[in-house]
């Protein structure tokens, strides 16, 4: 039976629950396979004010939401920016910076989060970014390859907290072609 077709539309606050329904399962996924270093052992939809923050990333129009069959299997929050996190310096100016792309682990999931990193090359191009930016944790060599794999080169590493511990993560930027 062929997989129903994948929609990409803007996240709505009616969204909020489904989104943190994926992230929740996207992060037991990772603790399962020993990966707590990633986004660590609590339920994004436990922590205090995280529904609240993705309620307001929602409203201010930065998250894309996948789904097939109208059942949410992907997200991607994206905005013009860079976080203060991020050493200075290392991301060029006015980049479109990737905060978070995740897809469902099941089958529902492929090919997902290659349409949503299309999207926000989409986003970027909109917004006249020199290059789409984003961070990740540095343990993962899986992640490594996969935005090696899609022309994200490295360009800095940061030591940031997990549940009170130190964590590297890696920053990666892709130039964008300029237009004309």
Not at 57 to 72: M, P, Q, S
Not at 157 to 179: D, H, I
Request: net charge positive.
């Amino acid at each position: 039976m062929p997989r129903p077709s994948l929609a990409l539309r803007p996240a709505t606050v009616a969204d909020v629950t489904a989104l943190l329904a994926l992230m929740d399962s996207v992060q037991a996924w990772l603790v399962a396979r020993g990966r707590p270093e990633q986004w660590g052992t609590v339920p994004f939809s436990r922590i205090p004010g995280f529904p609240g923050r993705v309620a307001g990333w929602v409203r201010e129009g930065v998250i894309t939401l996948a789904e097939r069959d109208g059942r949410c299997v992907g997200m991607l929050a994206a905005a013009p920016g860079v976080p203060p996190r991020i050493p200075a310096g290392s991301v060029p100016g006015g980049s479109m910076f990737i905060h978070t792309v995740l897809t469902d682990r099941g089958a529902d999931g492929r090919g997902v989060g290659t349409a949503l990193l299309a999207e926000a090359e989409r986003l970027a191009v909109a917004h006249g970014a020199p290059a789409l930016a984003l961070d990740h944790w540095a343990g993962s060599p899986e992640l490594g390859r996969l935005y090696d794999e899609r022309g994200y080169v490295k360009v800095a590493e940061y030591t940031g907290e997990q549940a009170g511990e130190p964590v590297r993560n890696a920053v990666r930027v892709r130039p964008l072609r300029a237009s004309g």
